[in-house]
């Protein structure tokens, strides 16, 4: 698939700064424009952030000096780049080089290939990242802060895979300064890793994506993506995300939206990429992936929170998602949770080109 570059332009990054409260949610409309206000029906944006949590949540600074260049190949990713000091460019597979400065952001939602460099160059030509163990370098030409959620097993949200590949941006931090605060709390967060690293590490990469693509959507009032403000298919997603235990039928949400059981499917598809069957088992075993991640309840307590009668049941379409059982998805998610924290966080020791992760 050709990548797609998305870019936009705003005012000049400034650091410090304070966070000066959140702006507000945006309401999502099928027309694609986004403004700020109360929310109208369901939020598909929060739906896509929370979908990716349930992988691994990492973050990492890369330094560079002289001539260098990153090539990353299409990954089970959705990640970012901020260039916090000096300057490089932005290499897509078929797009023209993008110039970065300080402040600007990239972001590959869906993992797509793309590279960074300190000249225009192609994607081909450039060296592929590979893993660093290098400290932090205050005296480097360059430097990024970078974030990702690892999806080791599950798919990338419906929404994520139909924004372009790559979006660059430039943020408006004198407008909205909460993605600089965030930038300032994730680089602290890495520098002096402690107890609770586990819980702030996602939480600020769940706001650092939402916030990038706040800025985005906010530049590209007219571009066309994806949205849910059918009040009727949103009142559906409400009650597919607040009940994923509910014995939930295609009639049943077709009447809970309004419409016939045909209408309902199609404009469902329409506006959310999936049939309303296939969105529904995709949302309660993702909500299955976040139990067995945050909890320990008993497997058969986990089925039934999501909308399964049986272990087995519950189990034989946890593998068909995911392609491993809900057991050694658990196993394997403490145990790289162990492994991170018993001693220091896993990027924090590989600093320089841990990017070839994102």
């Keep these: 698939m050709a990548s797609t570059t ?122 592929p990242a590979v893993m660093g163990v290098d400290e932090r370098n205050p005296a480097a030409d360059v430097e990024f802060l970078c974030g990702a959620y ?89 009650e597919i995300h607040a009940g994923p235990d509910k014995p939930w039928t295609v009639q049943q949400l077709s009447e809970t939206a309004g419409m016939s059981r045909t209408a309902f499917t199609r404009r469902f598809t329409e506006l959310v990429g999936k049939p309303p069957r296939t969105y529904l088992i995709t949302w309660r075993l993702t909500h299955a992936a976040h139990l067995l991640r945050e909890s320990r309840a008993p497997l058969a307590a986990v089925a039934r929170k999501v909308g399964y009668s049986t272990e087995f049941a519950f189990g034989a379409a946890f593998r068909r998602e995911y392609g491993i059982s809900p057991g050694r998805f658990r196993d394997l998610a403490h145990a790289t949770e162990s492994a991170e924290h018993g001693t220091a966080p896993r990027f924090t020791t590989r600093l320089p080109d841990v990017s070839g992760d994102l």
């Excluded at 990492?60 to 260049?69: A, E, L, N």
């Excluded at 780049?81 to 000096?86: P, S, Y």
């Excluded at 800025?215 to 007219?222: A, I, P, S, T």
Aim: glycine fraction near 10%; charged fraction near 20%.
């Design 150 to 238: 690892w999806l080791d097993h599950g798919e990338i949200h419906p929404y994520l895979r139909t924004l372009p590949e790559v979006i660059a941006i430039s943020p408006d931090y004198e407008h909205s300064p909460q993605l600089r605060s965030l930038t300032d709390l994730l680089g602290a967060d890495l520098s002096d890793a402690g107890p609770g690293t586990r819980a702030t590490r996602p939480a600020l990469l769940d706001l650092m994506l939402t916030h990038i693509l706040r800025q985005w959507l906010e530049q590209n009032r007219d571009a066309e993506w994806p949205a849910t403000g059918d009040p009727a298919i949103a009142t559906a997603l409400r």
């Design 6 to 127: 998305a870019t936009c332009d705003s005012t000049n990054w400034r650091p410090g700064g304070t966070y000066s409260g959140d702006p507000g949610p945006y309401e999502l409309w099928t027309s694609g424009s986004c403004r700020r206000g109360t929310l109208s029906g369901m939020d598909i944006l929060s739906a896509a952030i929370s979908s990716v949590r349930i992988g691994r949540a990492e973050a990492c600074w890369v330094t560079k000096s002289g001539s260098w260049g990153l090539r990353y190949p299409t990954l089970d990713v959705s990640g970012f780049h901020i260039l916090v000091r000096g300057s490089g460019w932005l290499i897509t597979a078929d797009g023209p080089p993008r110039a970065l400065v300080p402040g600007d952001v990239v972001l590959t939602s869906s993992g797509a290939a793309h590279g960074l460099s300190h000249a225009p160059s192609r994607l081909e030509q450039l060296p």
